[in-house]
Antibody, heavy 114, light 113 residues
Framework: EVQLVESGGGVVQPGGSLRLSCAASGFTFSDYAMHWVRQAPGKGLEWVSLITGDGNGTHYAVSVKGRFIVSRDNTKNSLYLQMSDLRTEDTALYYC???????WGQGTRVAVSS | DIVMTQSPDSLAVSLGERATINCQSS????????????LAWYQQKPGQPPKLLIYWASTRDSGVPDRFSGSGSGTDFTLTINNLQAEDVAVYYCKQYFSIPLTFGGGTKVEIK
């Protein structure tokens, strides 16, 4: 089955860190760029990060640059988002999504609160 | 950054009627070398992830009903939902993928009148 499954979300204090994971199945993972997109409670969609299929190219939204690092392990069909120096405004549902965003996971929730 | 502006914020349409959603970009999304508009439309129902409806401004993704259509070029785009069905109640987003950072419109909520 073609799917993406995110994990790793949780509640963290401001300044803390979390590592999100996204497990891919049903397609040749290394052939596709992958994105992280987030959605704050009751708000719209915000693109967070992109990584190329080979992992050699990464891009970030200004709001997370310098704090988040996207990576992937094509041998494990997995995508990651290492988030550090978390802020309350990072509270959101984080989705991983493939290529032109035709496949999405169900998301993993991150709540930054003291 | 390319700013995507959607209108209206919400609209209520009777079953079987037409819904029209507009999306304007602050920069042309038409890439000259391939004549493609780097614009996509997504549908998001409550509690669900977004679903790709349209890409290249007018190409329906596989399995998307033909009552959904996309049009426009350059900086002005439209998503049209003909013969609105109850299952079309959702928030619709446009997104440009012409340049990084990718940016979404603010969303348009479609309800039944």
């Amino acid at each position: 089955e073609v799917q993406l499954v995110e994990s790793g979300g949780g509640v963290v204090q401001p300044g803390g860190s979390l590592r999100l994971s996204c497990a891919a199945s049903g397609f040749t993972f290394s052939d596709y760029a992958m994105h992280w997109v987030r959605q704050a409670p009751g708000k719209g969609l915000e693109w967070v990060s992109l990584i190329t299929g080979d992992g050699n190219g990464t891009h970030y939204a200004v709001s997370v640059k310098g704090r988040f690092i996207v990576s992937r392990d094509n041998t494990k069909n997995s995508l990651y988002l290492q988030m550090s120096d978390l802020r309350t405004e990072d509270t959101a549902l984080y989705y991983c999504t493939k290529d032109i965003m035709q496949l999405w996971g169900q998301g993993t929730r991150v709540a930054v609160s003291s | 950054d390319i700013v995507m502006t959607q209108s209206p914020d919400s609209l209520a349409v009777s079953l079987g009627e037409r819904a029209t959603i507009n999306c304007q970009s602050s920069h042309s999304l038409l890439y000259g070398s391939n004549s493609k508009n780097y614009l996509a439309w997504y549908q998001q129902k409550p509690g669900q992830p977004p679903k790709l409806l349209i890409y290249w401004a007018s190409t329906r993704d596989s399995g998307v009903p033909d009552r959904f259509s996309g049009s426009g070029s350059g900086t002005d785009f439209t998503l049209t939902i003909n013969n609105l069905q109850a299952e079309d109640v959702a928030v619709y987003y446009c997104k440009q993928y012409f340049s990084i950072p990718l940016t979404f419109g603010g969303g348009t909520k479609v309800e039944i009148k």
